[in-house]
């Protein structure tokens, strides 16, 4: 074979051996890429999943009254066989003791709203007008322009339209 021949060659070598290697890159990057999509999608189920369990298991509202004796009620009809009138005693007995309740829970919200509304205009008095309207921004920014949540009437009113157990 002569020189030029086997510079040919080599060169054909070289070029079926670059090919190779462009190849080999493309599917590191291809590897990279994929592995990089699954982290991410692993990130984004993780904090989506954590942000629907912590709102499931720390805001949770308590039962209204009439959802309280509901489940009461329920409870009771599973645990224990009710004859006759007993099952419109016993739900007697739990209404009016859960009215007494419900007026409980709403003489705390009303104290609660009181005591803050109290306590924010200390506040105000301390910072004057201006430097109060900076901070009350600034809560805002920080945690949102949260409403106060309605009494807890209102939201049993909102949330519990379904008819009452019978009697």
């Known amino acids: 074979m002569t020189d030029h021949t086997l510079k040919q060659v080599s060169d054909s070598q070289r070029i079926i ?74 739900r007697d007995i739990i209404d009016d003791h859960m009215s007494e309740v419900d007026a409980m829970r709403r003489s705390t919200f009303r104290d609660f709203r009181t005591v803050m509304d109290r306590m924010n205009q200390q506040i105000a008095e301390v910072l004057g ?11 805002e920014r920080r945690f949102g322009k949260r409403k106060p949540p309605p009494p807890p009437h209102e939201r049993r009113d909102r949330r519990h339209n379904g008819p009452p157990l019978p009697r």
């Open 129 to 139: 007008p201006e430097r109060y309207a900076l901070w009350v921004k600034e809560r």
């Open 17 to 90: 051996v670059s090919h190779h290697a462009k190849r080999e890159k493309k599917r590191y990057a291809k590897a990279i890429l994929l592995l990089l999509l699954a982290v991410l999608a692993g990130v984004v189920i993780g904090v989506g999943g954590t942000l629907v369990y912590i709102k499931n298991k720390f805001h949770r509202r308590p039962p209204s009254p009439d959802a309280v004796a509901e489940m009461l009620t329920r409870h009771m009809h599973e645990a224990v066989t009710l004859q006759g009138d007993e099952d419109s005693r016993i």
